[in-house]
T-cell receptor, first 110, second 112 residues
């Protein structure tokens, strides 16, 4: 079965620091997404990415966040000046005919 | 805005019985409806999906139904087993480029 790979699985960072979460989408997929899930809550849409640009973003995805596909395979989410409330699971997804999610990065801001 | 409602939020069934989870969506442009199973500490795992050109799809013990007129879709799990215990999310999407909107999830527990 095709797989979306995310690294790291767990990231602990100090408040105010920048983090980069990495994803390797499924190779022939064209649409990529980042989602966030605060513990025990709903899976929330952050941003979608197609053809090397953002196609849609949510209210959550403000100037603190950015996405990039630096080398044609990796898809990254950068969070600047992390806050305590940024602590959550972050999921990457890619979409061809079906939408598959990675196992997530657990971000803990202390 | 677009919304997906999911019920119930928790569901406990006896092993061997059936479980049904129901969702409604608001965006009439939605045409792809995946269902995800999420186990503790893991990502959402696609278990079955349905597109708007069909009304029902089955894969072994799992089936999904879609009523586009009423904007309802449902997940049916028959002959439930302990390993079916997880959180299940319904979702809806328009085109492949558009966001996937999740329901709030159903925590399914299978009683031995």
């Amino acid at each position: 079965e095709p797989e979306v790979t995310q690294t790291p699985s767990h990231q602990v960072t100090q408040m105010g620091q920048e983090v980069i979460l990495r994803c390797v989408p499924i190779s022939n997929h064209l649409y990529f997404y980042w989602y966030r899930q605060i513990l025990g809550q709903k899976v929330e849409f952050l941003v979608s990415f197609y053809n090397n640009e953002i196609s849609e973003k949510s209210e959550i995805f403000d100037d603190q966040f950015s996405v990039e596909r630096p080398d044609g395979s990796n898809f990254t989410l950068k969070i600047r000046s992390t806050k305590l409330e940024d602590s959550a699971m972050y999921f990457c997804a890619s979409n061809g005919m079906e939408a598959f999610f990675g196992q997530g990065t657990r971000l803990t801001v202390v | 805005g677009e919304n997906v409602e999911q019920h119930p939020s928790t569901l406990s069934v006896q092993e061997g019985d059936s479980a049904v989870i129901k969702c409604t969506y608001s965006d009439s442009a939605s045409n792809y409806f995946p269902w995800y199973k999420q186990e503790l500490g893991k990502g959402p795992q696609l278990i079955i999906d349905i597109r708007s050109n069909v009304g029902e799809k089955k894969d072994q013990r799992i089936a999904v139904t879609l009523n586009k007129t009423a904007k309802h879709f449902s997940l049916h799990i028959t002959e439930t087993q302990p390993e079916d215990s997880a959180v299940y999310f319904c979702a809806a999407q328009g085109s492949s480029a558009s966001k996937i909107i999740f329901g709030s999830g159903t925590r399914l527990s299978i009683r031995p």
